[in-house]
Nanobody
Framework: QVQLVESGGGLVQAGGSLRLSCAAS????????MGWFRQVPGKEHEFVAA????????YYVDSVKGRFTISRDNAKNTVYLQMNSLKPEDTAVYYC????????????????????WGQGTQVTVSS
């Protein structure tokens, strides 16, 4: 029902900034939460940030608090991840995801809480 397309990834030096976008299409009115995850080789998807679609409540993993900001544009059906003060350890493939099932709040920080995923966009931070 929902299609997600990420964009905005690229190569940036440490301390720089990038803004990722995730455009949603389809039956987006059923979306409860949208989140960002990231993955590096050999590791599981790591929760980065999430936003409640209706009221804009936000959640972040501790390692990005104060540096990353998740936001939404309801008119454009788009969620953004503004990434500032980037560090080499932020290097990963970043995925956006949508929860259209109204999963438990405990699932917000887990990939299992989301039923639609984008293809990912590479973020590389050089030292």
């Amino acid at each position: 029902q929902v299609q997600l397309v990420e964009s905005g990834g690229g190569l940036v030096q440490a301390g720089g900034s990038l803004r990722l976008s995730c455009a949603a299409s389809g039956r987006t009115l059923s979306t409860y939460v949208m989140g960002w995850f990231r993955q590096v080789p050999g590791k599981e998807h790591e929760f980065v940030a999430a936003i409640t679609w209706n009221n804009g409540g936000t959640y972040y993993v501790d390692s990005v608090k104060g540096r990353f900001t998740i936001s939404r544009d309801n008119a454009k059906n788009t969620v953004y991840l503004q990434m500032n003060s980037l560090k080499p350890e932020d290097t990963a493939v970043y995925y956006c995801a949508a929860d259209t099932r109204g999963s438990s709040w405990r699932s917000t920080w887990s990939p299992t809480g989301y039923d639609y995923w984008g293809q990912g966009t590479q973020v590389t931070v050089s030292s």
